[in-house]
């Protein structure tokens, strides 16, 4: 079975842009999340989706949004891209909220 | 801000010894998972310990939590060059995880 997929899997953007990155779940999970990781940092919660609505929201600006899909696939939209954005973003998906998550390989942003 | 700290921030040690790696935490919680992630990559779930649970087996690794202290341990035996990782714990408030900054683990062959 497929795990999680996230493309594209390396982006470069300059400042002021817009990105999206896109997220297919394991077949059968409901609920997917994002995380933004720093180099050298640990993963920091963005956003969780659990069928279709937003169950949660991390410390991040309003540049950043989500959304997932009828299929449970789901897009992270990040706008106005500054040089801070530049890091790894992960994509995990569950069966449900509180079950441990699976996560893809993640998309590496790179703002000049 | 993140609500788990590892302990060490680094680890060097030769195949075949066992690693120790700390994780504590601020606030109280459900459970507590551990997470590996080779470079690069996205992170694997190695282990999920419950409030109500002091220590857990799985294969070569073993996860103690001692809630009144708010820590875990994470305990790898008989390490192998592919242990190699960075190894983190998290927290699980509903509907998000909280990640520690990390202990990057380096095993040599």
């Known amino acids: 079975d497929a795990g999680v997929t996230q493309s594209p899997t390396h982006l470069i953007k300059t400042r002021g842009q817009h990105v999206t990155l896109r997220c297919s779940p394991i077949?059968?999970?409901?609920?997917v999340s994002w995380y933004q990781q720093v180099l050298g940092q640990g993963p920091q919660f963005i956003f969780q989706y659990y069928e279709k609505e937003e169950r949660g929201r991390g410390n991040f600006p309003d540049r950043f949004s989500a959304r997932q899909f009828p299929n449970y696939s789901s897009e992270l939209n990040v706008n106005a891209l500054l040089l801070g954005d530049s890091a790894l973003y992960l994509c995990?998906?569950?069966?449900?909220?509180?079950?441990?998550?699976?996560f893809g390989d993640g998309t590496r942003l790179s703002i000049l | 801000s993140q609500q788990g700290e590892e302990d060490p921030q680094a680890l060097s040690i030769q195949e075949g010894e066992n690693a120790t790696m700390n994780c504590s935490y601020k606030t109280s919680i459900n459970n507590l998972q551990w997470y590996r992630q080779n470079s690069g990559r996205g992170l694997v779930h190695l282990i999920l310990?419950?409030?109500?649970?002091r220590e857990k087996h799985s294969g070569r690794l073993r996860v103690t939590l001692d809630t009144s202290k708010k820590s875990s341990s994470l305990l790898i035996t008989a390490s192998r060059a592919a242990d190699t990782a960075s190894y983190f714990c998290?927290?699980?408030?509903?509907?998000?995880?909280?990640f520690g900054q990390g202990t990057t683990l380096q095993v040599k062959p």
């Open positions: 077949s059968g999970h409901k609920s």
């Open positions: 998290a927290t699980k408030p509903p509907g998000k995880l909280i």
């Open positions: 310990i419950r409030s109500n649970e």
């Open positions: 995990a998906s569950s069966l449900a909220g509180a079950q441990p998550q699976h």
